[in-house]
Every structure is written in structure tokens, then in C-alpha cells.
């Protein structure tokens, strides 16, 4: 039986559509679950770098620099994860780069909006709404991050060759 549904990614490796998957996807099974763990650590390595570079700066430089910084590094430590542990793609490095690049930048576009639509124009109240949004906005990055960043085309001849 021949169906339109796309593979998981353990699976299309099996079936000689890719590279093997990510430790993370074929530790959980799913790629959309070693995603959310990349994320989850990601965030909290960016809660923890943003506390030290704070801790670093002191009263010297304004908080939104240890923010910055605490960014610069995690993203690139985010980049790195999702690209060895969850996607499991190889060359195009700075292309992949850049799409991660836009895909969070994205991201961070589309919570701000969504968020402010949810609390000023709506008036819903702010912290349901940011977790709500939070949520939309990592289904849309790993969709993002799937079909951007890490997108690759099948190869000529492997997909219709396993089956």
C-alpha cells in the first residue's frame, strides 16, 4: 500500500532515504520529541549565560548586552544540536547557518507579534497567552527548521529503490 505520509526520520534512514538519524531521535524515537529536548537544554543554557554574562558585566554595561551575548552563543550551541542530534545533515554549513539564523529570528518576529496581538488587542491575560505562543511558535521552528535550515532533497534514485 502506498501512502503520501513521510517517513520518521529513523525510518526513512532504514529505508536508504538519508543519513542515519540524530543519538537524540534514536534515543526518543521521534524527531519532534529530541527537538524539544535540544530546545528545553537550549533554554536553559541561554537562562544560565544570561545570569553569568550579567554576573560578568556588572553595572557597567546595560542588560541587554549580557542578553545579546547569552544569544550569540546559544544559538550557534543550538545550531550545532539540532544539527548532530535531531536533523543529522552534512555540508552546507553556512547556508544551514543562515536559514537557522532566519527561521529563530522568525521565531522571535512571530512571538513578538503574537503576543502582542494576544495581550494589547485581545486582551488576554500575558502569562497564559506567552506560553501559549511559546508553544505555536516551537511547533512553527521545528517545521521551520525541518523544511529550511535543514531541508535536503532526496537523492536521485534511493527513495522509489528501497521499497
Same mark, same amino acid.
Given at each position: 500500500?502506498?501512502?503520501?505520509?513521510?517517513?520518521?526520520?529513523?525510518?526513512?534512514?532504514?529505508?536508504?532515504?538519508?543519513?542515519?538519524?540524530?543519538?537524540?531521535?534514536?534515543?526518543?524515537?521521534?524527531?519532534?520529541?529530541? =527537538?524539544? /529536548? #535540544?530546545?528545553? +537544554?537550549?533554554? !536553559? %543554557?541561554?537562562?544560565? $549565560?544570561?545570569?553569568?554574562?550579567?554576573? *560578568? &558585566?556588572?553595572?557597567?554595561?546595560?542588560?541587554?548586552?549580557?542578553?545579546?551575548?547569552?544569544?550569540?552563543?546559544?544559538?550557534?550551541?543550538?545550531?550545532?544540536?539540532?544539527?548532530?542530534?535531531?536533523?543529522?545533515?552534512?555540508?552546507?554549513?553556512?547556508?544551514?547557518?543562515?536559514? =537557522?539564523? /532566519? #527561521?529563530?529570528? +522568525?521565531?522571535? !518576529? %512571530?512571538?513578538?507579534? $503574537?503576543?502582542?496581538?494576544?495581550?494589547? *488587542? &485581545?486582551?488576554?491575560?500575558?502569562?497564559?497567552?506567552?506560553?501559549?505562543?511559546?508553544?505555536?511558535?516551537?511547533?512553527?521552528?521545528?517545521?521551520?527548521?525541518?523544511?529550511?535550515?535543514?531541508?535536503?532533497?532526496?537523492?536521485?534514485?534511493?527513495?522509489?529503490?528501497?521499497?
Amino acid at each position: 500500500m502506498r501512502t503520501n505520509a513521510r517517513p520518521v526520520a529513523a525510518e526513512a534512514a532504514a529505508m536508504g532515504d538519508g543519513p542515519a538519524p540524530g543519538l537524540l531521535v534514536r534515543v526518543f524515537r521521534r524527531q519532534e520529541v529530541a =527537538f524539544a /529536548v #535540544v530546545g528545553a +537544554g537550549n533554554t !536553559l %543554557l541561554g537562562i544560565a $549565560l544570561t545570569v553569568a554574562w550579567l554576573a *560578568v &558585566l556588572g553595572d557597567a554595561w546595560p542588560p541587554a548586552v549580557a542578553v545579546v551575548l547569552a544569544y550569540a552563543i546559544g544559538i550557534v550551541v543550538a545550531f550545532v544540536l539540532h544539527r548532530t542530534l535531531v536533523f543529522r545533515v552534512r555540508g552546507r554549513l553556512l547556508r544551514d547557518f543562515a536559514g =537557522f539564523v /532566519v #527561521v529563530n529570528s +522568525g521565531g522571535l !518576529l %512571530l512571538n513578538t507579534v $503574537l503576543l502582542s496581538l494576544a495581550v494589547s *488587542v &485581545l486582551h488576554l491575560p500575558r502569562i497564559p497567552s506567552a506560553v501559549v505562543v511559546m508553544g505555536l511558535v516551537a511547533v512553527a521552528s521545528f517545521f521551520g527548521h525541518r523544511y529550511i535550515s535543514f531541508h535536503r532533497e532526496p537523492e536521485a534514485g534511493t527513495r522509489g529503490a528501497a521499497r
